[in-house]
């Protein structure tokens, strides 16, 4: 049976932080970069010579201990902790609903403030334990501009990019529901092991595309990957792409992590229809991006998901069109069960058809595991996720910049 926590209960929310009162109209620490938290010092008063200190000293207790509020930062003074709280935030994310499938995978519902004028906007995050491991799949975007016909989320018009905060807090939400951070008065430089950790993998394979985020994105991830922060494995990071040729290789180049493609058609033709960025990046556009891809090796080979379709693109002929495309790229190929959601137009393959599928590619060299379903019942499987944020009118942006230009110099 699936769970529903609703957090809209104020009682029913888990503790939040004094400093989440001033999430509005503050900017967050969060997210930032190591010469940018070094500005913010400045900014804060404090003296040329001890910013970098500082910085590796909010840096440690940010990543490693996962505080949300300065006042737990007992290794830096009471002055500067409130001349921190004046100026900036540390605050997560408001957590609106938490569900958890009766397969353990969790379903996160965020609500993030509003940038500009705008409303607050709200994504999904979801997190799947596994045997030895747990995986993170985070969003990159509030909704979708690729209408991708099998995905939930392509029915949702884009709302707008998330920034770097926005993807890190999803990460730093999680491991607060999952107690995955040591406790706020663990010793300093106390050894914090790598292992045991719930949340070992992240996957940008949440809601929209992350290389039409790219410059968010990146700083995210480096952030993610920072050996004195929360020190994940740039082997234990994937990036998920339906085929933004211009990027790929930049995403080797800048960033160094694992790459898979949303490939789900071996014929232009129906990828065209499946996939529609593919009118834009064909095929052979997508594949020359992948054999081109940095570090690429059969130690770091690209994974293309392949969702399996009833009667469109699961037949012996695709399998054997799947192989000789990827001739010569070292690859994984994930078979992924169709996962419905309401109204959409296609059904799972049988699982006799891709058992054949997935023993045909086997047999030509490739790895290709089929994906369990997980979390299907409370639409935290792959393709189910989708938020009720809407883009705001122009008529309404309008006014209310209005608004917000009027009250600007009210006392």
């Avoid at 690859?331 to 419905?340: D, E, Q, R, S, V």
Wanted: proline share 6%; with cysteine.
């Amino acid at each position: 049976m699936p769970a529903t926590i609703d957090l809209t209960n104020p009682a029913a929310r888990p503790a939040r932080s004094p400093a989440a009162r001033s999430m509005d109209g503050k900017p967050t620490l969060i997210g930032m970069s190591r010469d940018e938290m070094v500005e913010a010092m400045a900014e804060a008063g404090v003296p040329e010579k001890q910013r970098k200190m500082r910085v590796s000293q909010i840096w440690h207790w940010l990543y490693i201990r996962g505080v949300s509020d300065f006042a737990d930062m007992h290794t830096i003074s009471r002055e500067l902790r409130d001349a921190l709280a004046a100026r900036y935030t540390i605050a997560r994310p408001e957590i609106v609903e938490e569900q958890i499938s009766g397969d353990g995978t969790r379903k996160w519902l965020m609500r993030f403030p509003p940038r500009g004028a705008g409303r607050p906007v709200e994504v999904e995050t979801v997190y799947i334990p596994e045997e030895g491991r747990g995986t993170l799949c985070i969003s990159s975007q509030v909704g979708c501009t690729l209408t991708c016909t099998f995905c939930h989320t392509g029915t949702q018009m884009l709302v707008r990019n998330l920034t770097s905060e926005e993807i890190l807090s999803q990460l730093m939400v999680a491991r607060d529901r999952l107690g995955d951070f040591p406790h706020k008065d663990t010793p300093q430089g106390a050894i914090v092991p790598a292992e045991g950790r719930k949340i070992t993998n992240i996957v940008m394979m949440g809601m929209g595309e992350p290389l039409y985020n790219f410059e968010n994105v990146k700083k995210a991830l480096l952030i993610a990957a920072d050996g004195d922060g929360l020190a994940l494995s740039k082997r234990r990071i994937t990036l998920s792409t339906s085929g933004v040729v211009p990027e790929i290789v930049r995403t080797g180049e800048e960033i160094g992590v694992m790459l898979a493609i949303s490939l789900h058609a071996v014929r232009d033709e129906l990828r065209n229809e499946l996939v529609p960025i593919n009118r834009k990046y064909p095929l052979k556009e997508l594949l020359d991006a992948c054999r081109s891809y940095p570090g690429l090796s059969n130690a770091r080979r690209i994974t293309f998901e392949y969702v399996m379709l009833k009667g469109v693109n699961d037949s012996l002929s695709d399998a054997k069109e799947l192989v000789r495309l990827l001739k010569g790229i070292p690859a994984k190929i994930n078979l992924i069960p169709f996962n419905p959601w309401p109204g959409s137009p296609y059904e799972c393959s049988d699982w006799e058809t891709i058992e054949t599928f997935a023993d045909f590619v086997n047999a030509n060299g490739y790895a290709s595991p089929i994906r369990t379903p997980r979390g299907r019942d409370i639409l935290a499987a792959c393709g189910q996720l989708k938020s009720e944020s809407e883009r705001m009118r122009k008529s309404d942006r309008l006014a209310l910049e209005g608004l917000m230009i009027a009250g600007h110099g009210a006392d």
